[in-house]
C-alpha cells in the first residue's frame, strides 16, 4: 500500500467519525436544554486534557503530516490549531470553533493528491516535539509509528469523553465508513 493511500483515507474517516459524533453531542445538549459548549471542557481524569484539546490536537495531528511528508514548514495557522489545543484548559473556546478546526482539517485532505505523498516513505524525517525531543524517521515510519497513532489517540480519548458524557454513541459511530463496505442483506433486523 502507499503511504498516501493509507494515511489520506484513514485520517479522513477519523475527521469524518468525529463530526458525526458532534453532531450527535450538538444533538443530545439541544435536548437538554444545554449549549454544546459545556462539552469542551469535559475530561476524563483531572490531570488529562479536556475535549477541545483532543478535538483540536486530532485536527492538527491529520494536518501536520501532509505540510510534512511534502517537505513543507507546517504552516502558522496549523501550528495555531495545536496551540488552541494546548490552552484547552484555560480556554475551552466554542463549539462553533471545535467544529470549524475539524472542517479544516478535513479540506485539507481532501486536497491531497492521489500519490502526492507516496515519494516521502523512504526519506529521512526528523521529528521534534515541543519538549525538545528528536525522532530520527523515515515518512513511513512517521506515518506509521507517529502520525496514525497520534491521531488514532485523539480520536479514542474524544470518543470516550463524549461517552462519558451520556452521548448515544455505539461501535456504528466509531467505524461509520465501514458501511459502505457492507453486503447487502448482512445487517442485523435488515
Known sequence: MHLTALLIPTL??????????????EAFAAARGESPDALLALRLAPDMFPLTTQI?????QAQEP???LRGEAVPEAVLAVRQEGR???ERSGSWA???ARVAEAIALLEAVGAHELDAAAGRPMAHELPTGMIFDMTGETYVRDWALPQAAFHQLMSYAILRHAGVPLGKQDYVPHMFAYLRPGTAPGG
Do not use: C
Not at 475527521?15 to 458532534?22: F, I, K, Q, V, Y
Not at 483540536?56 to 492538527?60: E, G, K
Open 56 to 60: 483540536r490536537f486530532l485536527a492538527f
Open 87 to 89: 490552552e484547552g484548559r
Open 66 to 68: 501532509v505540510h510534512r
Open 12 to 25: 479522513t474517516n477519523q475527521l469524518r467519525a468525529l463530526s458525526g459524533w458532534l453532531d450527535k453531542a
Open 97 to 99: 470553533q471545535a467544529r
